[in-house]
């Protein structure tokens, strides 16, 4: 079956950096767009960025444009996130998603998707 396995979550103060990893398995990985979705206790799940299944375009929320990095590498099943000066309000569990198609674009709505990790923790002190 499917599994999108997240890692590198953690503890880190503002202006501090992290990398997120997504192992993909179960599924033709350059098939899928990826995303970055992002989920603070009590509000709805955000987009945070994405990538098309080539790794030739990425899309931002406006929120980490300039900040985060979203990178793909096909032969190893696994997307990233690079948070760079990271602040308090970045504080939320993050999933990635994947789904199929090879469109030039990526949705930003989760519904959209058709898998998700189980998420992980990042937490920004001021």
């Known amino acids: 079956q499917v599994q999108l396995v997240e890692s590198g979550g953690g503890l880190v103060q503002a202006g501090g950096s992290l990398r997120l990893s997504c192992a993909a398995s179960g599924l033709t990985f350059g098939s899928y767009a990826m995303g970055w979705f992002r989920q603070v206790s009590g509000k709805e799940r955000e987009f945070v960025a994405g990538?098309?299944?080539?790794?030739?375009?990425?899309y931002y929320a406006d929120s980490v444009k300039g900040r985060f990095t979203i990178s793909r590498d096909n032969a190893k099943n696994t997307v990233y996130l690079q948070m760079n000066s990271l602040k308090p309000e970045d504080t939320a569990v993050y999933y990635c998603?994947?789904?199929?198609?090879?469109?030039?674009?990526?949705?930003?709505?989760?519904?959209?998707?058709?898998?998700w990790g189980q998420g992980t923790q990042v937490t920004v002190s001021s």
């Open positions: 998603a994947a789904v199929r198609t090879t469109l030039w674009s990526v949705p930003r709505v989760g519904r959209e998707y058709d898998y």
């Open positions: 990538i098309i299944w080539s790794g030739a375009i990425t």
